[in-house]
Each structure stands twice: as structure tokens, then as C-alpha cells.
Nanobody, 124 residues
Framework: QVQLVESGGGLVQAGGSLSLACAAS????????MGWFRQAPGKEREFVAA????????YYADSVKGRFTISRDNAKNTAYLQMNSVKPDDTAVYYC?????????????????WGQGTQVTVSS
């Protein structure tokens, strides 16, 4: 079992940057693919980015491609989301998830574990 805790959210101006972290408990972190999702008020949870178990491959939603970077440090049991050139549309609660899938997946149903979420607010 894995427990996930996100951190790093906050208020940032449009065009600025923010770095999120997702700390995992347990010694099996490297056996999970990791993903970041977000949910804005009144909207469904949407995929943002995913990374394979080893960190060798990543995948992004079109809306964040070129602006966000997902990474992980298996020695520190932590996944990251670097957010650059943020826009007001990026405002949402951001969640990290852990998936037992071998490859990358954008389907939230494939993620067995979730953090509690961290609020990101981008002001215009």
C-alpha cells in the first residue's frame, strides 16, 4: 500500500512558476507509475502528466505540454510537477496518483492510490 502527500500549491501570478511535490510512503514507490491530475470547481478530474516507474518516459496533456514537467526521484520516494508559464485556466486542485500499470496511463481508474490534493490558484 502507498500513501501519497502533495505539497507546494499556492497562489501564483499568470506567467509565473510553481513546483509541486508528491511524497510517497512505503518501500515500493519505484514499482508504481505516477501521474498528476487536476480538478477545477464544477469540472471532472482531468489528466495532466504521467511518468513511468523508472522515469524514462513521460506523457502530457496537450493543455500543459511545453509548460509543465513531471519527474521523480525513486531514492526519495517523491514525484514532482514543475509548472511554468502558468495560466488562470491552470487553477485547480492538483492530485498525484500511483498506478500499478506497466506503462503510462491517462485513465484515473487505473490509479489505485491518491493524495489529498493541493490547491493551485493562478491570478490574472
Amino acid at each position: 500500500q502507498v500513501q501519497l502527500v502533495e505539497s507546494g500549491g499556492g497562489l501564483v501570478q499568470a506567467g509565473g512558476s510553481l513546483s509541486l511535490a508528491c511524497a510517497a510512503s512505503g518501500r515500493s514507490f519505484s514499482t508504481y507509475a505516477m501521474g498528476w491530475f487536476r480538478q477545477a470547481p464544477g469540472k471532472e478530474r482531468e489528466f495532466v502528466a504521467a511518468i513511468t516507474r523508472s522515469g524514462s518516459s513521460t506523457y502530457y496533456a496537450d493543455s500543459v505540454k511545453g509548460r509543465f514537467t513531471i519527474s521523480r526521484d525513486n531514492a526519495k520516494n517523491t514525484a514532482y510537477l514543475q509548472m511554468n508559464s502558468v495560466k488562470p485556466d491552470d487553477t485547480a486542485v492538483y492530485y498525484c496518483g500511483a498506478s500499478g500499470s506497466i506503462g503510462l496511463t491517462t485513465n484515473p481508474d487505473k490509479y489505485a492510490y491518491w493524495g489529498q490534493g493541493t490547491q493551485v490558484t493562478v491570478s490574472s
